[in-house]
């Protein structure tokens, strides 16, 4: 660690009688154990980075599943995603990154196999198992599951306890081409509750032109003359071109004309119909529930091949993957209108791309797919600072069961500083940031940086996020010693943590540093003089005020008793003639913060403790005053009068020259 110098930047509680005792016995119980629970959130302590990958009590995150499309679509299609997004879940294998699924799975990163068989990759989307028996559902082969049950049956083995389901009850789905139908129909029949997002790319989600073309080709076997495109008559005068057309697609594409995958995402087709019988404004926000993404592809070259589209990855349009739907307005000129969608995104991203580099460009050269999944910004929490963390004389203040703003810390201390991250889902590759910067101007404000931290000491790497056990209190938190210049000053602290997808968060506290001279908190200060006459006879005083609270414009100090009945205050005398004075002091009970200290929104006062006439202060010196301890925080209040005006005062916390005369506490 080291002091900022010269403006450079280095980027934290009888049977009656039995009745009753057993009522006490059981109240007790419960409030050890929610004392207990409360006491290990607060005192849990961190553990060491490596713990991320050897210790299987501390975050994991939800798996992700991989699906892949109709026809050549494969496991292997996600080979690129899985090796990219690979780098940022190393940090939880627990020494083996084998996923459960097939040989293209990494641990947390599953790709499911929807079959290796030209029939498997060409069937249907939504034949459903009810018992032991498949049912029909509108298809010609409904002894075969279809893909939205086996994308069913491959969710609940991934969430046994053997697996994932010993830390989550969710999955991430991310899905291309026919696979995000799949994804869609399972959730249409099986609910949300086992999803936490959907991401889908080059989704046919209204259909696609060239389903419709296949079935077109399909059914002109028998009869050529019904087909809607024009051939060249040379391939027409060949009776079984279209056995070679098709025959040649299976073989190389392994696109089967007959097969049910084409029937379902033909436009218009049975099963799009029923899946997108639910339809949303163009504008609607969002619903509750699942969070779905859209990240569709487009090529330049698109409109030579989808006339009726402006824009497609030479595939499926962008409308139909972003599940928009258009309708025809009549007229002399037909033009399609865009009047609803299927779902409702919570982000959609262009990327440039035609249907096959789909799965590949998600990921490179931006990795769209990362911010996707990683999308909720950490939550970033101080829960503690602590003053001579190890030592006798350590202190901790709790800022979760007592927080304090600003945490007024002993002189010649060391301070450190912990706090908790939440809402990441990737916190071993989440990182944070130290800086600390010295109120220099309590008025306007101004500050200046005085110390940061941006890389580890050690091994001039991030300051990465470590795991707390069992996710007590949190999945990820961080510790870290801090500096401060000069003792008597103020400052704020400010923690950034960052994660990979550019997601940013902070918390900022301010911490007053005490001078080794002050035997009392001082919390608030003493200020300038608001005049509240209109005579010119009035005056405003003004004393140099030490304390950690530069505010103006407020003529009560508020003070803290951490022991003691009799405050200590140094005046001076002198006082203009004429003057009549008094000193108050008040009990207070609401605590308040300096960011928003103003005249409008003081603390209230609550009971006044003693009255003291200036007379009681004719001399400069010591004054003493027996206060009691009703209350922890207390007020003086200052008035200073004559015949025509009413000022209120600044004049006891003060320093002459080099000589500090700071309020103190005792016993006696």
């Known amino acids: 660690m080291g002091i900022l110098r010269n403006g450079e930047l280095l980027m934290l509680r009888t049977r009656k009688k039995m009745y009753k005792s057993l009522n006490i016995i059981i109240i007790n119980f419960v409030l050890l154990l929610l004392?207990?629970?409360?006491?290990?959130?607060?005192n849990a302590e961190l553990?060491?980075?490596?713990?991320?990958?050897?210790?299987?009590?501390?975050?994991?995150?939800?798996p992700v599943l991989f699906l892949h499309g109709f026809a050549q679509g494969g496991?292997?299609?996600?080979?690129?995603?899985?090796?990219?997004?690979?780098?940022?879940?190393?940090?939880?294998?627990?020494?083996?990154?084998?996923?459960?699924?097939?040989?293209?799975?990494?641990?947390?990163?599953?790709?499911?196999?929807?079959?290796?068989?030209v029939e498997d990759r060409n069937s249907s989307v939504d034949t459903y198992k009810v018992g032991d028996h498949y049912v029909e559902a509108g298809k010609r082969?409904?002894?075969?599951?279809?893909?939205?049950?086996?994308?069913?049956?491959?969710?609940?083995?991934?969430?046994?306890?053997?697996?994932?389901?010993?830390?989550?009850?969710?999955?991430?789905?991310?899905?291309?081409?026919?696979?995000?139908?799949?994804?869609r129909e399972y959730l249409r029949m099986?609910?949300?509750?086992?999803?936490?997002?959907?991401?889908?790319?080059?989704?046919?989600?209204?259909?696609?032109?060239?389903?419709?073309?296949?079935?077109n080709l399909h059914e002109s076997r028998l009869n050529p003359s019904d087909l809607w495109i024009d051939i060249p008559g040379l391939i027409q005068s060949?009776?079984?071109?279209?056995?070679?057309?098709?025959?040649?697609?299976?073989?190389?594409?392994?696109?089967?004309?007959?097969?049910?995958?084409?029937?379902?995402?033909?436009?218009?087709?049975?099963?799009?119909?029923?899946?997108?019988?639910?339809?949303?404004?163009?504008?609607?926000?969002?619903?509750?529930?699942?969070?779905?993404?859209?990240?569709?592809g487009e090529s330049p070259w698109a409109i030579l091949m989808e006339p009726w589209e402006d824009d497609s990855d030479m595939i499926v349009g962008v409308k139909s993957q972003r599940g928009i739907i258009s309708e025809l307005v009549s007229g002399d000129t037909p033009i399609y209108i865009d009047s609803a969608r299927v779902f409702v995104p919570k982000e959609e991203i262009s990327i440039r791309a035609i249907h096959g580099q789909e799965p590949d460009k998600i990921v490179s050269p931006e990795n769209h797919l990362?911010?996707?999944?990683?999308?909720?910004?950490?939550?970033?929490?101080?829960i503690k600072v602590i003053e001579n963390e190890g030592q006798a004389d350590e202190i901790v203040h709790d800022l979760i069961s007592n927080p304090e703003n600003p945490v007024i810390v002993g002189p010649n201390t060391t301070i450190t500083v912990e706090g908790m991250v939440e809402d990441e889902y990737l916190p071993a590759s989440s990182w944070v940031t130290f800086e600390v910067y010295k109120i220099t101007d309590g008025q306007t404000g101004d500050s200046e940086l005085v110390w940061a931290k941006l890389t580890d000491d050690v091994t001039g790497d991030s300051i990465f996020l470590c795991p707390y056990e069992n996710q007590d209190p949190g999945p990820a938190g961080f510790k870290e010693e801090i500096e401060f210049a000069e003792p008597g000053s103020k400052y704020i602290f400010y923690v950034f943590t960052y994660d990979h997808s550019g997601n940013i968060d902070n918390f900022s506290i301010g911490i007053f540093y005490e001078h080794p001279m002050a035997d009392a908190t001082v919390e608030a200060a003493w200020f300038y003089g608001t005049n509240f006459g209109s005579s010119s006879n009035c005056h405003v005083f003004y004393q140099e005020c030490y304390?950690?609270?530069?505010?103006?414009?407020?003529?009560?100090?508020?003070?803290?008793?951490?022991?003691?009945?009799?405050?200590?205050?140094?005046?001076?005398?002198?006082?203009?003639?004429?003057?009549?004075?008094?000193?108050?002091?008040?009990?207070?009970?609401?605590?308040?913060?300096?960011?928003?200290?103003?005249?409008?929104?003081?603390?209230p006062l609550v009971v006044k403790v003693a009255t003291f006439a200036g007379s009681t202060f004719s001399s400069d010196g010591w004054h003493t005053l027996n206060i009691g301890d009703s209350y922890d925080m207390y007020c003086l209040k200052l008035s200073i009068e004559n015949s025509s005006c009413f000022v209120g005062g600044v004049r006891f916390v003060s320093r002459e020259g080099d000589v500090l005369y700071r309020p103190y506490w005792t016993e006696e």
């Open 370 to 382: 990362l911010k996707i999944i990683d999308f909720t910004p950490p939550k970033t929490t101080l």
């Open 190 to 215: 099986n609910g949300e509750t086992k999803v936490d997002k959907l991401i889908m790319t080059g989704t046919p989600n209204i259909g696609t032109f060239w389903a419709n073309l296949a079935l």
């Open 75 to 117: 496991p292997e299609n996600w080979g690129s995603a899985v090796g990219i997004l690979g780098e940022y879940f190393s940090e939880y294998y627990e020494g083996s990154e084998v996923g459960y699924l097939n040989e293209g799975s990494n641990r947390y990163l599953e790709v499911i196999n929807f079959g290796d068989s």
């Open 547 to 603: 304390s950690p609270i530069l505010t103006p414009y407020l003529y009560r100090t508020f003070i803290r008793r951490p022991s003691g009945t009799i405050l200590h205050i140094y005046t001076f005398d002198y006082w203009y003639q004429g003057w009549s004075w008094n000193l108050e002091v008040w009990g207070v009970s609401e605590k308040w913060s300096e960011f928003t200290l103003t005249w409008d929104n003081r603390p």
């Open 47 to 62: 553990l060491d980075y490596e713990q991320w990958g050897l210790n299987s009590t501390v975050y994991r995150p939800s």
């Open 35 to 42: 004392f207990a629970s409360f006491s290990n959130t607060i």
């Open 141 to 183: 082969n409904p002894g075969d599951p279809g893909w939205a049950d086996k994308v069913a049956d491959t969710i609940t083995n991934l969430l046994a306890g053997d697996k994932y389901g010993s830390y989550t009850d969710k999955v991430n789905l991310v899905c291309h081409s026919m696979g995000g139908l799949a994804a």
């Open 238 to 296: 060949d009776p079984d071109y279209l056995d070679k057309v098709d025959s040649t697609l299976v073989q190389y594409l392994a696109i089967d004309f007959d097969g049910d995958a084409i029937v379902d995402m033909s436009l218009c087709s049975p099963f799009l119909g029923i899946l997108n019988a639910t339809t949303y404004p163009l504008d609607a926000v969002p619903p509750e529930g699942i969070k779905c993404y859209t990240i569709y």
